[in-house]
């Protein structure tokens, strides 16, 4: 079955602090994960897409990896910001494109 | 250039009412989704159109659930009746691609819809 489990669910960090979410998918074939940010009330929006090939990619302070092998991935925020508090959600689709599978997200709050 | 626009943002209705909700594409995107996000949940696809077909529709509940997207443009998910564990964020998204997941979506605002 194709699932994309993340971990931790919620994470609370101090501002200025680095943190990482992670990732873990069984999708396959696999084609590509993406990383989205959504805020509170808000549509999820893309910080980075990476196919087999990559293994990091970065988008400002964001800073994924992935490794196709153990087909897992994270999310590297490094000083973070109080903007940086929303839901972090991994997406793995497969290479037919047929199926693109959500995960639950991490919920990161950063505190002043 | 507007992103997914999507109308209204909120509704709260009693069980058993219908509803329905709208969704206006980024101009020139030929993939259109509907998801529907249950409270700490990822976004679970519900439809996704390709200009005005319907390629993938095996997850909407078609008992109650409704959609078309009659000009390959904008779209109109409806509930009819609505149920309480209907409760959720409905989100509409788009892309350029065909690909279910090759091509980066863009999501709009969402309708988060209550049902009393």
């Known amino acids: 079955k194709n699932q994309v489990e993340q971990s931790p669910q919620s994470l609370i960090i101090l501002e200025g602090k680095n943190c990482t979410l992670q990732c873990n998918y069984t999708v396959s074939p696999f084609s590509n994960l993406r990383w989205y940010k959504q805020d509170t009330g808000r549509g999820p929006v893309s910080l980075t897409i990476m196919t087999f090939s990559e293994n990091t990619k970065s988008n400002g302070r964001y800073t994924a990896t992935l490794d196709a092998d153990t087909k897992q991935s994270s999310l590297h925020i490094t000083a973070s910001q109080l903007s940086d508090s929303a839901s972090y959600i991994c997406?793995?689709?497969?290479?037919?494109?047929?199926?693109?599978?959500f995960g639950a997200g991490t919920r990161l709050f950063v505190k002043a | 250039e507007a992103g997914v626009v999507q109308s209204p943002r909120y509704k709260i209705i009693e069980k058993k009412q219908p509803v329905a909700f709208w969704c206006n594409p980024i101009s020139g995107h030929n993939t259109l989704y509907w998801y529907r996000q249950n409270l700490g949940q990822g976004p679970e696809l519900l439809i996704r159109?390709?200009?005005?077909?319907?390629?993938?529709d095996s997850q909407l509940p078609k008992d109650r659930f409704s959609a078309e997207r009659l000009k390959g443009v904008d779209s109109t998910l409806k509930i009819q009746p609505a149920e309480l564990g209907d409760s959720a964020v409905y989100l509409c998204a788009s892309s350029t691609n065909g690909l279910a997941g090759g091509i980066e979506q863009f999501f709009g605002p969402g309708t988060r819809l209550t049902v009393l």
């Open positions: 159109y390709e200009n005005e077909e319907a390629v993938d």
């Open positions: 997406v793995v689709s497969d290479t037919g494109g047929f199926k693109t599978i």
